[in-house]
């Protein structure tokens, strides 16, 4: 059995429990070029159309992804979530923590089980288009809406 998680502040699970024993905060605030904050903040907090703070803790480097080595075209990778990109790293890291990678293992026998939500990567990947429209959302409400999904198979066509 094998693990690999990233946690901000964290890029593996030894990290992860440094991180566990001596805490240390890990947000900071959202970047300009991840969303323009004076559009969608509001003090309301039952204003479910806004948000209500401009913090939030990131994982860095999250778009440095080898797409070569997993045999996936660059150009569809960088069309890619990057929740899935980070999940087939993740996959490959925990069946090298497992041991495996230099043995081989036996595919079919194999599970990775992984929790994820919907990103909202394919609304904030368009944003930029909507924002040069003349009204990009007609309401705040038009904000992406965070749900559980399936995760994709692309670990296993990776690997």
Not at 23 to 28: E, I, S, Y
């Amino acid at each position: 059995m094998g693990m690999a998680r990233r946690f901000p502040g964290a890029q593996n699970v030894n990290d992860y429990w440094r991180l566990l024993a001596a805490p240390q905060a890990q947000f900071g605030r959202v970047p300009e070029a991840r969303w323009r904050s004076a559009a969608f903040l509001s003090d309301n907090f039952r204003d479910a159309s806004a948000a209500y703070t401009d913090t939030m803790a990131l994982l860095p480097d999250v778009g440095h992804f080898d797409a070569v080595h997993y045999g996936i075209p660059p150009r569809r990778a960088s069309s890619m979530d990057p929740q899935h990109r980070l999940l087939i790293d993740l996959a490959r890291e925990a069946i090298q923590d497992a041991g495996w990678e230099a043995e081989g293992f036996d595919r079919e026998e194999t599970s990775a089980i992984t929790p994820l939500t919907e990103s909202g990567y394919r609304e904030i990947s368009t944003l930029q288009v909507r924002m040069r429209q003349k009204h990009p959302w007609p309401n705040r409400s038009c904000l992406p809406q965070r749900r559980s999904v399936p995760p994709p198979n692309r670990p296993g066509h990776a690997l």
